[in-house]
């Protein structure tokens, strides 16, 4: 093995997997030393490590939960059948397989699922000088800037820095020094939640605690940085309607999750065509609606487009409320509006030079303004009733709003060139 490629991290070899095809994959999977596999499995993509797994033996999955620490353990289980995945806790050491449970008690939304337990914690009556002599012998966990303090039962009761224990008496007892901040997450807290307090806190890693304030472990920045790159990364995907399919999948599976988002383009595309039909007759008799048609509705959804954009990343930030929904929608209103008065200005105009019909300007200007006003609206009200319905905005968003300013564009522009012109 070249010498770079034995200096990869667990995220630089899953980046390696997913690039290559299904065949290439098990062959250099065999060449690796086996307590690299559970990380790297842990770091790959859902359907890539399910599509890598399903190449492996129940013994080699057997082998690889025995060598797994409990949250890359977790990520593995989600991986397989329940069946297989509860024959497989049972196996398991009487604390590892309590681990588990507890873990899967939390939903893979939820930080309690995929918490960190490796972390350094010790009891509130060890004093301090005793603490920095166990100190020097022992490795701390990496991301690790407080020592975490419980009690005899394991609650968390506070965390001391571990700088501020050089200027501490020797025979101070930890329970003295210790603060507790409001630093400390809830085990059922939103993963992106978790993620935006680390980051926030200024602290390298937080204590994660149960509802009755026992600790659980830890979530540091480095996992904060997973859950961001993991949750952009979904964006993106959803852009495409891809989710985080495996780059070689197998052409049926692909073929099938991506059909559902083409049928329903398909019935959308469908119902801006059903309006268009109902004024069949005013299109055929004033062929310039033909040529115009395309321009109401590209503007209407581009003008739709950039307010969906503000709001999922308002939504995606938690920047945007019930308490400023209004506001956002009056400022986006009006930049539709003063921007749907300039271009209908503008196409006004040039059909009216190209036509020689001022009726027909007139049509397409009120056309512009009023669809590019809707779509302002609905760029604004579809992501957020999404949001409220546990629908991803990214996800949904677009479709509805493609739909909405297509068939309101076309209704407005060939229902007045029906009164006007025919």
């Not at 002599?133 to 991301?143: H, I, N, R, S």
């Not at 809830?186 to 307090?197: G, I, R, T, Y």
């Not at 890693?205 to 859950?227: C, N, Q, Y």
């Not at 027909?360 to 779509?375: D, G, H, Q, R, T």
């Amino acid at each position: 093995m070249p010498i770079i490629a034995r200096d990869f991290s667990s995220e630089d070899w899953a980046f390696v997997f997913e690039g290559l095809p299904k065949d290439l994959r098990f062959e250099l999977w065999q060449t690796l030393n086996e307590s690299k596999k559970s990380p790297i499995l842990a770091a790959m993509r859902g359907d890539s490590r399910e599509k890598l797994m399903s190449l492996l033996s129940n013994q080699n999955i057997e082998d690889l939960a025995f060598a797994s620490s409990t949250e890359h353990l977790v990520e593995i289980l989600d991986a397989l059948p329940h069946r297989v995945a509860k024959d497989l806790i049972k196996k398991l050491s009487a604390q590892e397989s309590g681990l588990i449970e507890e873990a899967l008690n939390y939903s893979d939304e939820q930080l309690g699922r995929y918490v960190n337990h490796d972390v350094y914690a010790v009891n509130k009556r060890v004093s301090v000088g005793v603490l920095l002599e166990t100190l020097k012998t022992e490795a701390l966990p990496t991301y690790t800037d407080s020592i975490l303090v419980v009690d005899d039962t394991g609650h968390y009761l506070g965390q001391v820095d571990i700088n501020q224990l050089f200027s501490c008496e020797a025979g101070t007892p930890l329970i003295h020094v210790a603060e507790f901040s409001d630093h400390v997450l809830q085990a059922d807290l939103d993963l992106f939640e978790a993620s935006e307090a680390v980051k926030s806190s200024g602290r390298s890693m937080l204590p994660v605690i149960t509802k009755e304030g026992r600790l659980l472990g830890r979530f540091s920045v480095k996992d904060a940085i997973d859950v961001y790159q993991e949750y952009y990364e979904t964006q993106l995907s959803h852009m495409g309607r891809v989710s985080d399919e495996d780059l070689f999948a197998p052409v049926f599976t692909s073929s099938r999750r991506r059909a559902v988002w083409l049928g329903i383009n398909l019935l959308t595309a469908f119902a801006a065509s059903i309006v268009i039909g109902i004024f069949d007759e005013v299109v055929a008799q004033v062929v310039a609606l033909a040529v115009l048609m395309p321009i109401v509705a590209s503007m209407g959804g581009i003008t739709g487009s950039q307010t969906l954009t503000v709001t999922i990343r308002g939504l995606a930030t938690g920047q945007l409320a019930t308490s400023n929904l209004t506001a956002l929608g009056n400022k986006e209103v009006l930049v539709a509006f003063f921007n749907g008065l300039l271009w209908a200005l503008v196409v006004s105009a040039i059909t009216s030079f190209w036509f020689d019909n001022p009726w027909l300007s007139a049509i397409i200007a009120v056309a512009l303004i009023i669809n590019m006003l809707i779509a302002a609206i609905a760029g604004i009200m579809i992501p957020v009733l999404l949001d409220k319905m546990g629908i991803d905005p990214a996800l949904a968003s677009s479709v509805i709003l493609t739909t909405m300013t297509d068939v309101v564009g076309f209704f407005v522009f060939l229902g007045s060139a029906s009164l006007l012109l025919v």
